[in-house]
């Protein structure tokens, strides 16, 4: 039966910088690399968590005044809308096509004061 054990490897730091004469440069490399990259992720965390509160910070001061500039408005509708489908109609055909573009150059025009291109 084999069992499960978490054995530690020979450790890699004695491995970098050890004088032992069996080891393949490669592996005083990977050594150094493995070192490096935790050294560095433990360098960038913090500053990436430094980083996130700052952006946190502004946007909520951002969001804070644009909410104080904004203002709710009670609407009324005053006549029905009887060109509706149902919210499950998922098939647009050539017609629908043709009435967006309408739609899309008359509010063209509309803002444009009515001047056509």
Known sequence: MHTFALRRRSC???R?????PLLRPTDRVEACVILVAILLALV????????????YGSRARLYAEQAQTRHTVAATVI????????????H???????GW?????RLVQDRQGGQSR
């Open 12 to 14: 890699w730091v004695a």
């Open 16 to 20: 970098a910088l050890g004088r032992n």
């Open 44 to 55: 960038a965390a913090p500053v990436c968590a430094a980083a996130g509160v700052a952006v």
């Open 79 to 90: 006549e029905e809308n009887t060109h509706t489908r149902p919210p499950h109609h998922e």
């Open 92 to 98: 647009f055909g050539p017609s629908d096509l043709a």
């Open 101 to 105: 573009r309408r739609r899309a150059h």
